[in-house]
């Protein structure tokens, strides 16, 4: 797997080789579609993103030293903006997704085109991938002491 911080040109790279924000929407809608669908069961009140207009369900497993996320949105922005959320950190260890922040969302301008609400909701997942990040880190940390 590439290095988070590879992952992140990567999301740059592409963003930049678009055209206009019209093209870089239709890439957002396109990367929700590829997200793998995430189980019924886990479209669960305890697993919403709070501070998301739209719906957005964020599940979180442990496994093998890194945290691993699986995410849907009733909404295709919305869930376009998870899947990039989820190619950014998920498959990695806490401390790396506690210390890495997603600069590639400044960096393609994205900041600027979207609704507050939309931004809010981003800040809100992002948010919410650190907390769990630094949930499985202090498990981690007990079960080792």
């Known amino acids: 797997m590439a290095d988070i911080l590879e992952v992140q ?7 930049r080789a678009l055209g206009d924000w019209t093209e870089r929407y239709k890439h957002i809608i396109k990367q929700g579609r590829n997200l793998d669908p995430l189980d019924e069961q886990y479209k669960v009140d305890e697993n919403l993103v709070r501070g998301c207009q739209s ?7 442990f496994e093998d030293g890194k945290v691993i996320f699986e995410a849907d949105s009733d909404a295709a922005i919305t869930k376009g903006l998870v899947a990039l959320m989820v190619r950014f950190y998920s498959e990695r260890e806490p401390e790396t997704i506690i210390n890495t922040s997603p600069d590639f969302i400044k960096k393609i301008g994205m900041e600027q085109h979207l609704s507050p609400t939309r931004s809010n909701g981003l800040a809100s997942m992002v948010k919410q991938m650190k907390i769990y990040a630094m949930a499985y880190k202090t498990k981690q940390e007990q079960a080792e002491a």
């Open 55 to 61: 719906q957005v369900w964020l599940h979180t497993r």
């Open 9 to 15: 040109q990567q999301i740059i790279d592409e963003f």
